[in-house]
């Protein structure tokens, strides 16, 4: 079965750090640009960051030098390293594959941003 | 950046009607628009991508049109596992893709 999942959400302050996790299973991960996307309560999509197959990566201005979107191929994985996290940052946080435009998404893991 | 514009924001439907959203492009961008439905504490889910490619084991009941600043989604006979949020998604401007703000539709 061809499923992502998501981890390494949770509750983190203001200024602080976390990373989130996407495991990837029943394709060939290496083969796919892969995406976060965010989604805070009651609104709608926002695409965080890309990462091509050949690991170059993409950011929107709203995070750009906070946020770093990584893979390990060999661990069929997509990470996101997010730095000096802010309350507007607070969201379900989303991995998806890309294949004509994102066919697969994870379940989600919510990122709560306060103090 | 390229913005895309929903229409409506929400819609009241009852089941076997037709339902149409719209969604606008701030520029050109062919046919590189998807089609998204998402529910309630769900994920996202691709309907139709390329303006009018339907997705693998979607319904037919889903149609997409458009090209350039203009496309729509339409349910030709709206079931009651399709009352959900609708979001487009332009793909022109690789990879920064946005979504347009989304569709609610609900019951009547």
């Known amino acids: 079965e061809v499923q992502l999942v998501e981890s390494g959400g949770g509750l983190v302050q203001p200024g602080g750090s976390l990373r989130l996790s996407c495991a990837a299973s029943?394709?060939?991960?290496?083969?796919?640009?892969m995406h976060w996307v965010r989604q805070a309560t009651g609104k709608g999509l926002e695409w965080v960051s890309a990462i091509g197959t050949a690991g170059d990566t993409y950011y929107p201005g709203s995070v750009k030098g906070r946020f770093t979107i990584s893979r390990e191929n060999a661990k069929n994985s997509l990470y996101l390293q997010m730095n000096s996290l802010r309350a507007g940052d607070t969201a379900v946080y989303y991995c998806a594959r890309f294949r004509f435009a994102f066919d697969i998404w994870g379940q989600g893991t919510m990122v709560t941003v306060s103090s | 950046d390229i913005q895309l514009t929903q229409s409506p924001s929400f819609l009241s439907a009852s089941v076997g009607d037709r339902v149409t959203i719209t969604c606008r492009a701030s520029q050109g961008i062919s046919s590189y628009l998807a089609w998204y439905q998402q529910k309630p504490g769900k994920a996202p889910k691709l309907l139709i991508y390329?303006?009018?490619t339907l997705q693998s084991g979607v319904p037919s009941r889903f149609s997409g049109s458009g090209s350039g600043t203009e496309f729509t989604l339409t349910i030709s006979s709206l079931q009651p596992e399709d009352f959900a949020t609708y979001y487009c998604?332009?793909?022109?401007?690789?990879?920064?893709?946005?979504f347009g703000q989304g569709t609610k539709v609900e019951i009547k």
């Open positions: 390329a303006a009018s």
């Open positions: 998604q332009q793909l022109n401007s690789y990879p920064t893709w946005t």
């Open positions: 029943g394709f060939t991960f290496s083969s796919y640009d």
